[in-house]
T-cell receptor, first 111, second 116 residues
Framework: EDKVVQSPLSLVVHEGDTVTLNCSYEVTNFRSLLWYKQEKKAPTFLFMLTSSGIEKKSGRLSSILDKKELFSILNITATQTGDSAVYLCAGDGGATNKLIFGTGTLLAVQP | DARVTQTPRHKVTEMGQEVTMRCQPILGHNTVFWYRQTMMQGLELLAYFRNRAPLDDSGMPKDRFSAEMPDATLATLKIQPSEPRDSAVYFC??????????????FGPGTRLLVL
């Protein structure tokens, strides 16, 4: 059965800290892995990763995929209170083009 | 600034009533997805369409839920009859399916449904 597992479930840090969020996946016919940020509204797209070992960066956020070990990490450096959100990862699988979501990591950044 | 629109944004109804949610995908996108999000289950895929054809609705309770795409600019999700356990936020997302890799999906703002 396809599944995506995220860890930790929740995390509390202080502004300025660096955090690493983990996502492991078992998705048949895997094509890509996506990261989303969800605050109080709809998810917003962060990254789509298709190739192993190639880091994608956007400001203080970066992410990398390991297709051999079937996991991805999302790094946030110099965290700010505005980074507080649920971070979702999703595996994109094969012919049915489904996104299988993890349960998310709740990140709280304290001032 | 293209975006997915959903109506209504909020809906409160009584058990047994019919609920219809609408979604306008981004112009030019060829895939439309319906998701449901609850605290208990997280984000679940209910159904999706490609080029207006339903491809997968295995995540949807078929006895009461139906999803249609009458034209390229409108997708609907209907619940009849509604039950309290249907209370959730329903998201529509649209995307552009490429030959090899799916582009990202763009989510609408969601319809917050409360069934009393």
């Amino acid at each position: 059965e396809d599944k995506v597992v995220q860890s930790p479930l929740s995390l509390v840090v202080h502004e300025g800290d660096t955090v690493t969020l983990n996502c492991s996946y078992e998705v048949t016919n895997f094509r890509s892995l996506l990261w989303y940020k969800q605050e109080k509204k709809a998810p917003t797209f962060l990254f789509m990763l298709t190739s192993s070992g190639i880091e994608k960066k956007s400001g203080r956020l970066s992410s990398i995929l390991d297709k051999k070990e079937l996991f991805s990490i999302l790094n946030i450096t110099a965290t700010q209170t505005g980074d507080s959100a649920v971070y979702l990862c999703a595996g994109d699988g094969g012919a049915t083009n489904k996104l299988i979501f993890g349960t998310g990591t709740l990140l709280a950044v304290q001032p | 600034d293209a975006r997915v629109t959903q109506t209504p944004r909020h809906k409160v109804t009584e058990m047994g009533q019919e609920v219809t949610m609408r979604c306008q995908p981004i112009l030019g996108h060829n895939t439309v997805f319906w998701y449901r999000q609850t605290m208990m289950q997280g984000l679940e895929l209910l159904a999706y369409f490609r080029n207006r054809a339903p491809l997968d609705d295995s995540g949807m309770p078929k006895d009461r839920f139906s999803a249609e795409m009458p034209d390229a600019t409108l997708a609907t999700l209907k619940i009849q009859p509604s039950e309290p356990r249907d209370s959730a936020v329903y998201f529509c997302a649209s995307g552009l399916r490429l030959e090899v890799y799916q582009e990202t999906q763009y989510f609408g703002p969601g319809t917050r449904l409360l069934v009393l």
